[in-house]
C-alpha cells in the first residue's frame, strides 16, 4: 500500500517553464520532507516542512504543506537544467524517524 | 558531506547465495536504516537500528536480516538471495528520531541477483 502518491512519476519540459509536482495523502503526517536524487547517488534533503500551511522557498523552488498535513507541493519556477533529477517526498509520523517515501516525479529539463 | 559509506558499491550473485552488504558511518549518529529503491516505488524501509544491538522491521523485511554490533556499521544479510531482491540498496543515518530531522544516504548498493 502506497501511502505518499506523488504525480507525476515523469515529466519532461523545456528550460524556463514552470512546474509543480504533487505529493498526497490519506493519511496525517507530522512533517513533510522533500529529497533530490541524482543518478548513482544517494537522495539529498532539500527542506522540512512541519505546520500545515507552511511554505518555503529555496531559490527557485517553493515548498508548500497542505493545512491538514496530508499534502504537499513542490513548484519550481524557471526550470533549469541542472534541476533534473529524481524528486522524492517523504512523510514522518512520530515512529522512531521512519520515513514513508512516495513513489517518486523523475524530472528533466531539456535546454 | 556526512561520513556514509557502502560496501560493495556493486554485486552480481546467484539465486541462493547469502548476500552482506555493509554501511559505515563516521558520524556517530545513534539511527541507522536500510531501505531498497525499485522503480515505480521509491525508496521503502527494510529495517532500522535505534542503537546498538536494537534494531527493528520495516515494511518490506521478510528474507532480510540486519545486525549492529558497533555503532558506526549495521549489516544487511540476505540469507538466501532471491530474483526479487534484485534492486539498489541505500543505508541511512540521522542523529535523533525527531520527525523532521533528517537522513543522510549512503551512495547506494546496486545488487543483481541472477
Known amino acids: 500500500t502506497q501511502l505518499l502518491e506523488q504525480s507525476p512519476q515523469f515529466l519532461s519540459i523545456q528550460e524556463g517553464e514552470n512546474l509543480t509536482v504533487y505529493c498526497n495523502s490519506s493519511s496525517v503526517f507530522s512533517s513533510l520532507q522533500w529529497y533530490r536524487q541524482e543518478p548513482g547517488e544517494g537522495p539529498v534533503l532539500l527542506v522540512t516542512?512541519?505546520?500545515?500551511?507552511e511554505v518555503k522557498k529555496l531559490k527557485r523552488l517553493t515548498f508548500q504543506f497542505g493545512d491538514a498535513r496530508k499534502d504537499s507541493s513542490l513548484h519550481i519556477t524557471a526550470a533549469q537544467p541542472g534541476d533534473t533529477g529524481l524528486y522524492l517526498c517523504a512523510g514522518a509520523r512520530n515512529q522512531g524517524g521512519k520515513l514513508i517515501f512516495g513513489q517518486g516525479t523523475e524530472l528533466s529539463v531539456k535546454p | 558531506d556526512a561520513g556514509i559509506t557502502q560496501s560493495p558499491r556493486h554485486k552480481v550473485t546467484e539465486t541462493g547465495t547469502p548476500v552482506t552488504l555493509r554501511c559505515h558511518q563516521t558520524e556517530n549518529h545513534r539511527y541507522m536504516y536500510w531501505y531498497r529503491q525499485d522503480p515505480g516505488h521509491g525508496l521503502r524501509l527494510i529495517h532500522y537500528?535505534?542503537?546498538?544491538?536494537?534494531?527493528d522491521k520495516g515494511e518490506v523485511s521478510d528474507g532480510y536480516s540486519v545486525s549492529r554490533s558497533k555503532t558506526e556499521d549495521f549489516l544487511l544479510t540476505l540469507e538466501s538471495a532471491t530474483s526479487s531482491q534484485t534492486s539498489v540498496y541505500f543505508c541511512?543515518?540521522?542523529?535523533?528520531?525527531?520527525?523532521?530531522?533528517?537522513?543522510?544516504f549512503g551512495p547506494g548498493t546496486r545488487l543483481t541477483v541472477l
Open positions: 541511512a543515518i540521522s542523529a535523533t528520531s525527531v520527525s523532521y530531522n533528517e537522513q543522510f
Open positions: 537500528s535505534y542503537g546498538v544491538k536494537d534494531t
Open positions: 516542512v512541519v505546520t500545515g500551511g
